[in-house]
């Protein structure tokens, strides 16, 4: 393979993606489409429309399952770093598969830049192996862009920063200083079990898709809403993506 798109597909919306990421996707040989579990097979139903919505030349699609983090590693960081490596490798081989001339494309939910480690693992298969393939990113609508255009609402307030977060560092604490907090990556509901006193909460499942759900109000009065709907979501799909910003009033 001699070059790899990583190509920013937005977050479940055909429609998010750039005139750019199309013209990329009409230049690619061989697309890799993660598989396995309910959510990713869900997301790469969503990938594989992408591509026939907007490619009109041939191309070939070649699955990979993504293995499972081996939740026995009692350290986070250690299991995460463990879990790269698993990926790393089998990029490797399906890399090492394609022809030589052949130009490849990653497709990445929302951007590639955030919350999202596919450029931190192919930094370390261009390391440890000796694939040479040219690398281009293309940006994408993110989780954070997909939250703030549904409620109509500025990300940040005048001249203040925002602090972008997880779910595990909220549950450690407010972050000092800040008025504006986007909490992402959270399957603990960690909103409903920190101090609610001046919060207002925006919070949104599935933004951008067809079936978003939105709920924003005092944190206080909405948060048990907030935990009834995304349960109820959950179990309905079988998996769930939300995000949501928290601002101090
Ligand atoms: C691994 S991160 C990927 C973020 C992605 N690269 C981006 O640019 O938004 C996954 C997290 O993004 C958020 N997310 C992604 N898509 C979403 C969507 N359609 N609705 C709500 N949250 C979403 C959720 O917080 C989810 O846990």
């Not at 479940?12 to 009409?26: C, D, R, V, Y």
């Not at 919350?115 to 192919?122: A, E, P, Q, W």
């Not at 759900?213 to 809403?225: F, K």
């Amino acid at each position: 393979m001699k070059k790899l798109f990583v190509i920013g597909i937005g977050t479940g919306n055909p429609e998010h993606l750039s005139m750019q990421a199309i013209a990329a996707l009409n230049t690619t040989d061989v697309i890799f489409i993660p598989t396995k579990g309910e959510e990713k097979s869900a997301l790469a139903a969503i990938r594989t429309t992408i591509c026939e919505r907007y490619i009109s030349r041939p191309y070939e699609l070649v699955e990979y399952p993504i293995s499972a983090r081996n939740e026995a590693i009692g350290d986070y960081t250690q299991r995460v770093f463990d879990w790269h490596d698993l990926i790393a490798t089998s990029y490797a081989e399906m890399f090492s598969k394609a022809p030589e001339d052949a130009t490849g494309a990653l497709l990445v939910w929302g951007d590639p830049g955030l919350y999202d480690s596919t450029l931190r693992i192919l930094e370390s298969v261009k390391t440890r192996t000796d694939l040479a393939f040219d690398l281009e990113v293309i940006p994408g609508i993110t989780a954070i862009a997909a939250l703030t255009a549904a409620f109509a609402i500025p990300l940040n307030t005048i001249g203040n920063p925002v602090t972008i977060t997880t779910g595990r560092k909220l549950a450690a604490g407010w972050p000092d200083g800040a008025d504006s907090v986007v909490v992402m990556l959270d399957g603990n509901k960690t909103y409903a079990g920190i101090d609610p006193e001046n919060l207002h909460i925006y919070w949104a499942a599935y933004a951008g898709m067809g079936d978003q759900i939105l709920i924003e109000g005092p944190l206080a009065e909405v948060r048990d809403q907030i935990s009834a709907t995304r349960d109820a979501a959950r179990a309905r799909h079988g998996w769930i993506m939300d995000i949501y910003l928290l601002r101090q009033s």
